[in-house]
């Protein structure tokens, strides 16, 4: 199994306080993605990074920032939680995505705004 | 609007059963990839296809990728109880980043 450690596994907080995410990879790879996963909307992309400082917003970033200072730490932030995100959140790693090459996930990130 | 549509999103049936999960789209994909998930954990890659027209066989499981690679079918013959889990494909536009599908929930009942 990829080395890719997500942390915390379960957050309960409250809304508008703010929340991190931590994503740590032993493998050294390049690319890493932060998404969200919710019920009939499959894995949705928040950000992602293709280098040390170097990230991109996806399809539903707002709301969420990201530090990427190390190659092996990808932090997601909730600036100020709100109850829509509320979910479940996977990292993502890969060395590359030309010619197939597969993201390797996480265990995911269980996150409840109420 | 969903990029990639996935077809249908639930399914049971029983064990020793043929299935076929469709995921479909109108953008052309550079490749597309299936994925499969288990309860508390991150999904896992199955197969990639990259050219247009090809078939892939994982034991039990046979992929296809459409001739104007615009979508893709997952077979599984003879359908077992480990079978069961949440069915993604996820489609490479070429921009380092993939589209996924909302994802097939498939239950195999001994």
């Known amino acids: 199994d990829a080395g890719i450690t997500q942390s915390p596994r379960h957050k309960v907080t409250e809304t508008g306080t703010p929340v991190t995410l931590r994503c740590h990879q032993t493998?050294?790879?390049?690319?890493m993605y932060w998404y969200r996963q919710d019920p009939g909307h499959g894995l949705r992309l928040i950000h992602y990074?293709?280098?040390?400082?170097?990230?991109d917003k996806g399809e539903v970033s707002d709301g969420y920032s990201v530090s990427r200072s190390k190659t092996e730490d990808f932090l997601l932030t909730l600036e100020s939680a709100t109850s829509s995100q509320t979910s479940v959140y996977f990292c993502?790693?890969?060395?590359?995505?030309?010619?197939?090459?597969?993201?390797?996930f996480g265990d995911g990130t269980r996150l409840s705004i109420l | 609007t969903q990029l990639l549509e996935q077809s249908p999103q639930f399914l049971s049936i029983q064990e020793g059963e043929n299935l076929t999960v469709y995921c479909n789209s109108s953008?052309?994909?550079?490749?597309l990839q299936w994925y499969r998930q288990e309860p508390g954990e991150g999904p896992v890659l199955l197969v990639t296809?990259?050219?247009?027209?090809e078939v892939k066989k994982l034991k039990r499981l046979t992929f296809q990728f459409g001739d104007a690679r615009k979508d893709s079918s997952l077979h599984i013959t003879a359908a077992q109880p480990g079978d069961t889990g949440l069915y993604l494909c996820?489609?490479?536009?070429?921009?380092?980043?993939?589209?996924f599908g909302q994802g097939t929930r498939l239950t195999i009942n001994p």
């Open positions: 993502a790693i890969s060395e590359s995505v030309r010619g197939g090459q597969p993201q390797h």
């Open positions: 493998e050294n790879h390049r690319y």
């Open positions: 990074s293709y280098g040390v400082k170097d990230t």
């Open positions: 953008s052309v994909f550079s490749s």
């Open positions: 296809v990259v050219t247009g027209g």
């Open positions: 996820a489609g490479d536009q070429g921009a380092q980043k993939l589209v």
